[in-house]
């Protein structure tokens, strides 16, 4: 059967580029090897962070602003919490020397994006930060960035909400097919999209497969999307609940003076028995999608701990523990293009690790290339042409 637009991967960006085109006239087909949400890839975990201010680069900031106006829009319409602003605090020992996701300076640039885009915000001294967040140990430099716009989304019911609110209005999905090739045509103006099991046809494909990324690109880009295992631990806290809970601690960002000192957290969200969800990072033992363990082992809880209670006031009471994915490109940022050559096969890889509170509005941008072969927003910070 032919389609106007096959779009492969329903995670993060597939949903929302499928929330998207639902609103147009195009017959459009999602494909996702599993069924959407789940956990075999990278927005599973029950919370993600957003905030305004985008240490990273104040190129990311209209894309956030843009989603959160599409969270609440997507909250009025399935009545449900997608988004709760809790406020964030962003924070290390200098305001300069903070590396994080390919920022050699990611507080400083939070707070110069905050002050170029308008962004409410406070910039606090360690003093303040004691008084103000109990929850944290501190050395007694730290300076800090808060943000009361910051808060916390739920990606397992933002996917669900989208992926719904698509098929509602007509977007057809095929879910458990793993899609093994995406092709041009024979002329060019066209895909084949081949899974385990079918053959489509469109004008248009849009990849949005997540850590499979790379197993559907030419080879001479698979080599810039590499894979690397999380993992995120829920402790008890060691302060009273009431000290967590979102109305008392907001998210928040721990930077340190090398990249992979770098956690962050969330408060308390599942009562007092649910624990606190803080997550790591590390880009030092990349993996495979199909190959990553998926367990999280007593020693990597136990090394968990001993790094985040440092930092964090939590008890040495492990009450879940979870493993996902990055894909990281080698600047740490958005490859959002098409494919040189093949302007109907569009690449859209948000990713390492800091991709989801912008997939709203890359659905948005993904619709306008799939549509116009150009979009409101300015992406060419997230071209392919800056990696070959």
Not at 293 to 309: L, T
């Amino acid at each position: 059967m032919l389609y106007d637009i096959i779009i492969v991967g329903l995670g993060a960006v597939g949903s929302a580029t499928a929330y998207q085109l639902s609103a147009t006239n195009k017959k459009v087909l999602g494909i996702d090897q599993f069924q959407p949400p789940h956990t075999f890839g990278s927005s599973h975990g029950d919370t993600r962070i957003t905030r305004q201010a985008i240490g990273e680069g104040s190129h990311y900031v209209p894309l956030v602003l843009r989603s959160h106006e599409i969270w609440r829009e997507l909250e009025s319409k399935v009545n449900t919490e997608l988004f709760r602003a809790c406020g964030g605090l962003v924070f290390g020992s200098s305001l300069t020397n903070a590396p994080a996701h390919g920022s050699s300076s990611f507080l400083e640039v939070t707070v110069a994006a905050a002050k170029a885009f308008g962004i409410e915000h406070q910039v606090l001294d360690c003093q303040e930060m004691q008084q103000r967040y109990p929850q944290f140990h501190y050395q007694g430099t730290e300076i800090g960035y808060f943000e009361e716009g910051a808060g916390f989304l739920r990606p397992e019911k933002c996917i669900a909400a989208q992926l719904q609110l698509a098929q509602q209005q007509g977007v057809e999905l095929q879910l458990n097919q793993k899609v093994v090739s995406i092709e041009p045509n024979s002329h060019n103006d066209g895909v084949v999209v081949k899974t385990n099991t079918n053959t489509w046809e469109a004008e248009c494909a849009i990849i949005a497969a997540g850590a499979w990324v790379s197993e559907l690109l030419p080879a001479a880009y698979q080599k810039f999307f590499k894979a690397y295992r999380q993992i995120m631990l829920w402790f008890e806290q060691e302060l009273p609940y009431e000290k967590f809970v979102p109305e008392q601690c907001p998210i928040y960002i721990k930077l340190g003076e090398t990249a992979e000192e770098f956690l962050y957290g969330f408060p308390a969200i599942d009562g007092e028995s649910g624990g606190i969800k803080i997550g790591t990072e590390q880009f030092a033992d990349s993996c495979t999608a199909d190959t990553i363990n998926r367990n999280v082992s007593a020693d990597e809880v136990e090394q968990g701990f001993q790094r985040i209670s440092q930092h964090l006031k939590i008890k040495n009471h492990c009450i879940k523990s979870v493993a996902c994915l990055y894909t990281v490109t080698p600047d740490y940022g958005f490859a959002i293009d098409t494919m040189p050559g093949h302007p109907q096969i569009i690449l859209a890889s948000p990713c390492s690790g800091h991709g989801f509170k912008h997939s709203a509005a890359i659905g948005q941008i993904l619709q306008q290339l799939a549509l116009n072969q150009r979009t409101d927003f300015d992406i060419s910070a997230f071209s392919l042409s800056r990696f070959v």
